[in-house]
């Protein structure tokens, strides 16, 4: 060593110094868990607010079941306008990134503006990927809105500009924040097959919907985005209104290992088999962009298995809060009706509502991409652990 050539001591004073450097920017990182705001996209698994916002100033909307009691009553105490009992999967999200629950984008005056700079939510519940004139031509229409992915993303573009300060600003806001794109998709065969369509016309619609999604994706790219967590669908042969629709059901179309329904399952794998297979030339035309599949699915597919193991002792098939029947799900007794039943432990029940998981389930969901392998490429290959902060208990209050 004592002989070492100057020139490579000096190298190696750059390479030390180079290395002080990264560490003091990656702590620097830390301080917000790697990205400034969380811009999102979607449906009733993403949406904070905008439905409930949207359908204020509707007569008869404004007592929707989802904005009743007791949707949020474990963790917010009220209902906020999510479709759960406590926080979904981006609130989880928001709270390891150090950043503010993100805000819903409807409703907001503009006082607010500034503060979506932390965070803006464009999900709706109910929302679906394809326009409503897609369904309506096919004699499906939306109850609940037609804040479609492409009206979404208008609203982005419309209200962007007034986010964010001048070209530069914009620029670097956008490439430093982590667009959660989804999970959207779900309604588009939701509702067309709880309103009669077969699984074989669904399943038609599957490349338009994924068509739709990566569309959006490019669009955002194109206007500067550089981080994306793209969720693909649940299994929605293990949800109760299907579950309750097929009910006695020759024992051949169950899994045996989780009770699901497996036909819908596989639409719900079809659908994500073609969003990685997109996505995955998305990554080859956009090589500095990192775009990430969530496998919701698999993640989901863990405690269908294994409710036990997670906590789940009512099991992963009945509603916790429901109008009766084997699942308790009756689609004419919604959760919140006078006549439904509330379980009083919803931290052991995987699913909530019918249709929506409970904060326990979404949870452990949360846990799967980030602490996980549930996340393609890995999250963490991306924005290590180690700058994730914990998060709330569970029953904690805000
Ligand atoms: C959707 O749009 C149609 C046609 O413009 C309108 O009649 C309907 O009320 C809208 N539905 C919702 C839920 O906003
Ligand atoms: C589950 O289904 C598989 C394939 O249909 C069958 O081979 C297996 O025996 C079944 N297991 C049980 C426990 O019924
Ligand atoms: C749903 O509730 C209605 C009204 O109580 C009842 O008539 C119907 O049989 C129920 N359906 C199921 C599937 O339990």
């Known amino acids: 060593m004592a002989n070492l050539p100057s020139s490579s001591f000096c190298s190696s004073s750059i390479i030390t110094a180079f290395l002080i450097l990264q560490v003091l920017w990656s702590c620097s990182l830390l301080a917000n868990g790697c990205y400034t705001s969380i811009i999102s996209f979607g449906d009733s698994l993403a949406d904070t607010g905008n439905l409930k916002l949207l359908s204020a100033d509707k007569p008869g909307e404004e007592s929707l079941h989802f904005f009743l009691p007791p949707y949020g009553e474990s963790f917010f105490h009220v209902p906020t306008g999510r479709c759960s009992n406590g926080r979904l999967v981006i609130d989880f999200i928001a709270e390891s990134m150090g950043l503010p629950l993100v805000r819903p984008f409807v409703g907001d005056n503009g006082n607010g503006i500034m503060e979506f700079r932390k965070g803006v939510n464009y999900a709706v519940v109910g929302a679906t990927a394809l326009d409503s004139s897609f369904h309506a031509a096919r004699g499906v229409h939306n109850p609940l809105t037609n804040s479609s992915l492409r009206v979404q993303l208008g609203w982005f573009k419309q209200s962007w500009p007034s986010i964010c300060r ?32 077969s699984i074989d016309e669904v399943e038609i619609y599957v490349p338009l919907v994924v068509k739709a999604i990566i569309s959006t994706v490019k669009e955002l790219i194109k206007l500067g985005a550089k981080t994306f967590l793209i969720p693909g669908n649940l299994p929605i042969g293990c949800s109760p209104p299907y579950l309750t629709m097929y009910y006695g059901s020759d024992k051949a179309e169950y899994d045996n290992s989780t009770g699901c329904l497996i036909r819908l399952n596989k639409l719900s794998e079809y659908h994500n088999e073609l969003l990685q297979t997109e996505l995955k030339q998305l990554r080859e035309l956009y090589r500095d962009a990192n775009i990430i599949y969530a496998d919701y699915y698999n993640a989901a597919m863990q405690f269908f298995r294994y409710p036990n193991k997670y906590g789940f002792t009512n099991g992963a098939l009945k509603a916790c809060c429901g109008g009766g029947g084997p699942f308790n799900y009756n689609s004419s007794i919604q959760c919140a009706d006078p006549s439904s039943t509330l379980c009083a432990h919803p931290d052991t029940y995987v699913n909530w509502d019918g249709l929506h998981l409970t904060q326990a389930a979404y949870k452990v969901i949360y846990k799967s991409l980030f602490q996980g392998p549930y996340t ?13 902060r914990p998060i709330k208990e569970l029953s904690s209050s805000m």
């Open 166 to 197: 001048h070209v530069q600003d914009c620029n670097h806001l956008i490439s430093r924040s982590l667009i959660l794109m989804g999970e959207i998709g779900g309604n588009d065969y939701n509702h067309a097959l709880l309103s009669g369509k």
């Open 376 to 388: 393609m490429p890995r999250f963490n290959s991306i924005c290590p652990t180690s700058m994730l």
